[in-house]
């Protein structure tokens, strides 16, 4: 016998169990029965405060909850796999355990209002933890650019090595990345914080309830204005499934420079044993698998943004069963980026960086080219003459196998007279660094204020 459907009295048949198995919504959505009790209770405790339930009644209702929810948490009760979904199962075991109060707990609300409740206050539950990961790989990113302030490596654009920077000014960059994801979600977080519970189906009740006690009793910042709106939107699975998606993007570009920079033509950095993998036919491999999966796991995490937005974009108010759909993909889009920063964070925390061959790759690119023509500059030259001559300086050093830091002197005033020995100085890499003082720059000060001010606002 299939459990009783909160919707029976209509039908005067049983659900075909196929049928059923495909409506039911049990076996992801009883993920959030903490959250379904939590608002039940609330909901509970406001019935009986507004005379619409017995105080007897909503005490009793009140006890037999949070008895559930200490048997789920126990162990001692198990979450009936045939249920169609978490809140017939919470409400029928209520029903069995306190008799005719039970059925009284639905008054005044409709699962419309009640799922899109257990939607918010769940997803809320998964945001903080993600938002911890988020501040600890920004520390740990903190840790390692202030180790590497000084440390002189090419800043790349088109992959092309392009000017000089630090790897701590390279580190840094992805900390304002994810210090951008941790606002995208605390916004995300805040526009999902208010209430829907008293939206009803669709039309709200003709009971007098208090939608904001409820609020404010699941720390939930107020209540949706408009029942329609209230029970038909899904924006904030949207949103922070959006939001995710940019941590992807995020974690996948660094994963891919990892991976770049593991290889033997970068060797910037060495991976620990921990957090590679070797080949099996290939005794000299040590493969980047986890930056390599991460860089994948960011498709899925798309995936589930495309999905939502699918559902919803064709849907009339107020709720439509499409709408079921909308917790798989959230859900899935948390738990894989909750799973790669848990893999993430210790490997970036105790890879080995290898800041000789980094400067061999940044005196071997030509990066300090700008620096040679802007010392022209200094000199009177105008700067388009001064490019020209430097590009003939770079052209020359290529075909004769040399850089700027070790092509003669004469060579330089054989293109322009203006070169003294004061070049040297001026294209050595480590003044090239640390002289891009303005603000933002690679300069090892402006890494360290970076630093500073970074771990002051994970800390605030």
């Known amino acids: 016998m299939q459990p009783m459907k909160l919707w029976a009295g209509r039908f005067q048949k049983e659900l075909d169990k196929?049928?059923?198995?495909?409506?039911?919504?049990?076996?992801?959505?009883?993920?959030?029965?903490?959250?379904?009790?939590?608002?039940?209770?609330?909901?509970a405790a406001m019935l009986a405060r507004?005379?619409?339930?017995?105080?007897?009644?909503?005490?009793?209702?009140?006890?037999?909850?949070?008895?559930?929810?200490?048997?789920?948490?126990?162990?001692?009760?198990?979450?009936?796999?045939?249920?169609?979904?978490?809140?017939?199962?919470?409400?029928?075991?209520?029903t069995a355990r306190i008799g005719d109060a039970g059925k009284r707990l639905h008054t005044g609300r409709s699962r419309n209002d009640q799922v899109d409740l257990d939607d918010r206050l769940y997803l809320r539950s998964l945001a903080g933890p993600l938002r911890a990961q988020l501040t600890e790989l920004i520390g740990v990113l903190c840790n390692?650019?202030?180790?590497?302030?000084?440390?002189?490596?090419?800043g790349y654009t088109h992959?092309?090595?392009?000017?000089?920077?630090?790897?701590?000014?390279?580190?840094?960059?992805?900390?304002?990345?994810?210090?951008?994801?941790?606002?995208?979600?605390d916004d995300a977080v805040r526009r999902m914080n208010v209430s829907p519970l008293g939206?009803?189906?669709?039309?709200?009740?003709?009971?007098?309830?208090?939608?904001?006690?409820?609020?404010?009793?699941?720390?939930?910042?107020?209540?949706?204005?408009?029942?329609?709106?209230?029970?038909?939107?899904?924006?904030?699975?949207?949103?922070?499934?959006?939001?995710?998606?940019?941590?992807?993007?995020h974690l996948s570009r660094f994963s891919e420079e990892i991976i770049l920079w593991c290889s033997w033509e970068f060797k910037f950095i060495e991976l620990d044993d921990a957090f590679s993998t070797g080949s099996s036919i290939m005794p000299q491999k040590k493969n980047p698998d986890i930056a390599e999966?991460?860089?994948?796991?960011?498709?899925?995490?798309?995936?589930?943004?495309?999905?939502?937005?699918?559902?919803?974009?064709?849907?009339?108010?107020?709720?439509?069963?499409?709408?079921?759909?909308?917790?798989?993909?959230?859900?899935?889009?948390f738990d894989t980026v909750k799973m790669c920063l848990t893999a993430f964070i210790p490997m970036v925390d105790t890879m080995r960086v290898l800041t000789g061959n980094m400067r061999k790759a940044a005196a071997g690119g030509f990066i300090n080219a700008t620096d040679c023509a802007d010392y022209l500059v200094g000199k009177g030259l105008p700067f388009r003459d001064a490019y020209k001559a430097t590009g003939t300086l770079v052209a020359a050093c290529i075909e004769k196998g040399l850089t700027l830091e070790t092509l003669p002197l004469e060579e330089y005033r054989a293109v322009c007279a203006l070169f003294d020995e004061g070049v040297y100085e001026a294209i050595n890499l480590d003044r090239c660094a640390a002289l891009r003082r303005v603000y933002g720059g690679p300069a090892p000060e402006n890494v360290r204020a970076q630093v500073k001010r970074v771990r002051a606002l994970i800390a605030g």
């Open 18 to 43: 196929k049928t059923n198995d495909f409506n039911s919504s049990i076996a992801f959505d009883s993920r959030m029965a903490e959250e379904d009790i939590l608002g039940s209770m609330a909901h």
């Open 293 to 333: 999966l991460v860089r994948g796991k960011a498709g899925r995490v798309f995936g589930d943004l495309t999905a939502l937005l699918t559902v919803m974009k064709g849907l009339p108010l107020a709720y439509n069963k499409d709408m079921q759909e909308d917790k798989e993909a959230v859900f899935d889009a």
């Open 144 to 154: 390692k650019a202030e180790e590497y302030a000084g440390a002189v490596m090419p």
């Open 199 to 249: 939206s009803g189906a669709l039309a709200s009740t003709t009971y007098p309830l208090d939608r904001k006690a409820v609020a404010k009793e699941l720390a939930m910042d107020g209540v949706t204005n408009n029942s329609l709106d209230g029970v038909s939107d899904r924006d904030f699975c949207i949103e922070l499934s959006a939001a995710l998606s940019l941590v992807m993007v």
């Open 50 to 94: 507004q005379g619409i339930i017995s105080d007897a009644d909503g005490q009793a209702i009140r006890d037999g909850l949070a008895g559930i929810l200490a048997d789920l948490k126990s162990g001692a009760l198990a979450i009936d796999p045939d249920a169609e979904d978490i809140h017939t199962f919470v409400e029928g075991e209520l």
């Open 159 to 185: 992959l092309q090595r392009a000017q000089p920077i630090t790897f701590g000014h390279h580190l840094m960059a992805y900390a304002e990345m994810f210090l951008r994801d941790i606002g995208r979600l």
